[in-house]
């Protein structure tokens, strides 16, 4: 699959770009220091989390992009099954299957140092804590929390060039909207802010499990996740560094859900009905391997998952 155009930007209702302002950074080597203490707690989040859901039921992912899904697959989840998007996983939860996630856009909200605010480069990884699970709140001198329906993410990083065997030691970026639609650092209103961004080392099973919110939908975009793959937490410091950029889709019938009785998201309900799958400039041509596995409800949470193949 050749990579998709790149977001226009002429789509945005963010506003004006400006920048982060942060001079407090402490280096990687602080965050490297408590990377251990993050991921053992974070497990122990999402475990509590999925406990939590166990007695809530589950949400057919059926129907998506309209009736049905891209290139004849078929997509189905239950409360603890296993992503069907890049791979299929056994019960003991080793990838049987998988393919390569396609490369996408960053778009123009990255915070990776790729582009700049009207103060200077937006570089979110420069920043001391930057290495964490919980992504809610932003960090160093910013203080703000974003708000709405709780989200376990998990994703699980294989080798596509190695029968699909788990890929350990990567470091993986994550960065999406919040339930307004709006990008910390860059959006009106939260400039100041960094929340919803965050880095995490795949664990001896190739996962990471971010804690963190499901995003809004804005208009001209499908609900979505953005994330980057580079090699290592020491070399996770610019874009520079990246082996590879793609974007995660949700089940539409989970978006109505969330969108159409959470606090909140009203104007993520309004935009939603008015896009789909097919009329998504990055998902248009496929998103089989990008779409999450997801189960919860609205008032308990959700959890999702992905596998993302790479050929490493």
């Given at each position: ?6 977001d226009d930007?002429?789509h ?9 302002g942060?001079?407090h950074?402490?280096?990687?080597a602080?965050d490297?220091?408590?990377?251990a203490?993050?991921q053992?707690?974070q ?11 166990a007695?809530?039921g589950s ?23 296993s992503?069907?998007g ?6 003991t939860?080793?990838v049987?299957t ?12 990255p915070g990776?140092?790729s582009?700049?605010?009207?103060s200077?480069?937006a570089n979110?990884?420069a920043l001391?804590g ?15 929390t ?6 376990a993410?998990?994703?699980h ?11 350990s030691?990567y ?8 339930r307004?639609?709006r990008?910390?650092?860059y959006s009106t209103?939260v400039?100041?802010e ?8 795949t664990g001896?099973d190739g996962t990471?499990?971010?804690t963190?919110?499901?995003?809004g ?5 499908m609900?979505?996740?953005h994330?980057e793959?580079?090699r ?8 520079t ?7 995660l889709?949700?089940?539409t019938?989970?978006c109505s859900?969330?969108?159409?009785s959470?606090?909140g998201y ?20 496929g ?11 609205v ?9 993302v193949?790479?050929s490493?």
């Amino acid at each position: 699959m050749q990579p998709h155009r790149h977001d226009d930007p002429s789509h945005d209702t963010h506003g004006t770009l400006a920048a982060h302002g942060h001079d407090h950074d402490r280096g990687l080597a602080h965050d490297l220091t408590v990377l251990a203490q993050q991921q053992l707690r974070q497990r122990r989040r999402a475990l509590g989390l999925l406990a939590g859901l166990a007695g809530a039921g589950s949400l057919s992912l059926l129907g998506c992009g309209g009736g049905g899904t891209d290139a004849g697959t078929s997509l189905t989840g239950t409360s603890g099954s296993s992503g069907t998007g890049t791979g299929t996983t056994t019960g003991t939860g080793t990838v049987s299957t998988c393919s390569v996630i396609p490369e996408e856009t960053q778009g123009p909200y990255p915070g990776d140092g790729s582009n700049s605010t009207s103060s200077g480069v937006a570089n979110v990884l420069a920043l001391s804590g930057i290495v964490r699970s919980d992504i809610r709140s932003s960090i160093g001198t910013a203080s703000g929390t974003a708000d709405g329906v709780a989200l376990a993410l998990t994703l699980h990083l294989v080798n596509t060039g190695s029968s699909c065997a788990d890929l350990s030691g990567y470091a993986i970026y994550l960065w999406h909207c919040d339930r307004l639609g709006r990008y910390s650092m860059y959006s009106t209103g939260v400039t100041a802010e960094n929340y919803l961004r965050g880095v995490q080392v795949t664990g001896s099973d190739g996962t990471v499990t971010f804690t963190t919110l499901f995003p809004g939908c804005y208009a001209g975009r499908m609900p979505h996740m953005h994330f980057e793959i580079y090699r290592s937490a020491s070399t996770a410091t610019s874009y520079t560094n990246k082996l590879k950029t793609s974007q995660l889709a949700f089940p539409t019938d989970v978006c109505s859900t969330v969108y159409g009785s959470a606090s909140g998201y009203t104007s993520s309900l309004t935009n939603f009905n008015q896009m789909s799958f097919a009329t998504d400039g990055i998902f248009s041509d496929g998103y089989s391997t990008q779409l999450a596995t997801v189960s919860g409800n609205v008032s308990s949470g959700y959890t999702a998952s992905l596998v993302v193949g790479i050929s490493a």
